[in-house]
């Protein structure tokens, strides 16, 4: 598979990314918004038992040690995640089902099923799930997932999802989750307003609802203040050996209204070249590029560069 990106998968994946598209819905009723996702999980189903393996492997492997990044435990879940099918639409499913967007939103998990923004936060939730001495549950894997997926970690209607992977980054940066690293990396500020989402209304079925909309709109306008440092794509190799495995990584465009296309991890191979970490729509797997970051970065149409977080403990 080439690692380049046709403009029809490009703007497929702009799609998907600006959706917040996720995975296998564990449904309940809206009502309860305390329930826990464990109450859709069968025991010992092939996620839980990711669940379990996979912590297990990051404390026999030491990646749970405080002297080792968590981008770097987490990087270790993504290797061994390599080969999961990609599946977009899923965090939507609730709303094709006729659930409501201005309820509280279930909490969609899965192990066995990712796309790009979802494999970087399973990935990481895993890694902190796995800190704790105690025994993985679903439940401990869900309230992670939780905190990073939903504006100040609360869950409540469609409108409380970060839809928006650069305030993803912004949000979980305000509670310690990452620390941003464009600015500091030289990244150049991009000031355009994000209004993709309220400009191609009909792509979003929660958004048929005016008061959804209206509430959409008023949060694309608080980002106006939030403007995005983005290192430029001819910029990569000058600074990517201050790049660390486990970074994460959003792909930055110039479609307008949107500010990334694509989410991912830095990745170092046992050579120590930099690569790319991710759940591509391309190829439909979990997957380590052939392509260096700059190489893939590059082939990507309408690519303006790259924003970066490094994870952190919290």
Request: charge should be neutral.
């Amino acid at each position: 598979m080439s690692d380049s990106i046709s403009r029809r998968e490009l703007l497929k994946n702009v799609a998907l990314t600006a959706a917040g598209v996720g995975l296998m819905a564990c449904q309940r009723p809206a009502a309860e918004p305390a329930a826990r996702a464990s109450e859709a999980l069968v025991p010992g189903s092939p996620d839980e038992v990711r669940l379990r393996q996979w912590s297990a492997t990051l404390r026999r492997d030491g990646m749970t040690l405080d002297h080792v990044p968590i981008g770097r435990s987490g990087t270790r879940v993504g290797e061994l995640a390599i080969g999961t099918p990609y599946e977009a639409f899923t965090l939507e499913a609730y709303l094709r089902a006729g659930g409501s967007p201005s309820r509280t939103e279930p909490l969609t998990l899965s192990l066995t099923k990712f796309d790009c923004v979802s494999l970087v936060e399973a990935c990481l939730a895993v890694s902190r799930v796995a800190d704790n001495p105690s025994a993985p549950t679903w439940d401990s894997f869900g309230t992670e997932m939780e905190r990073m997926r939903y504006r100040g970690g609360v869950r409540s209607g469609y409108t409380s999802r970060l839809h928006y992977f650069s305030e993803w980054i912004t949000d979980g940066a305000k509670r310690s989750l990452y620390k941003e690293l464009a600015a500091e990396l030289g990244g150049i500020e991009d000031s355009r307003p994000l209004r993709f989402m309220t400009e191609h209304r009909a792509s979003y079925p929660a958004l048929a609802d005016d008061g959804v909309y209206r509430e959409i709109g008023e949060m694309e306008r608080t980002l106006d203040a939030q403007p995005r440092h983005v290192i430029p794509t001819a910029r990569i190799p000058e600074i990517q050996d201050r790049i660390e495995s486990g970074d994460i990584l959003a792909f930055a465009t110039s479609i307008p209204g949107l500010d990334v296309s694509h989410a991912a991890f830095a990745y170092r191979d046992p050579s120590g070249v930099l690569r790319v970490l991710h759940a591509p729509l391309s190829g439909g797997v979990v997957e380590v590029t052939r392509a260096t970051l700059p190489e893939y970065v590059a082939a990507i149409r309408r690519s303006t560069g790259i924003l970066v977080a490094r994870p952190l403990r919290a």
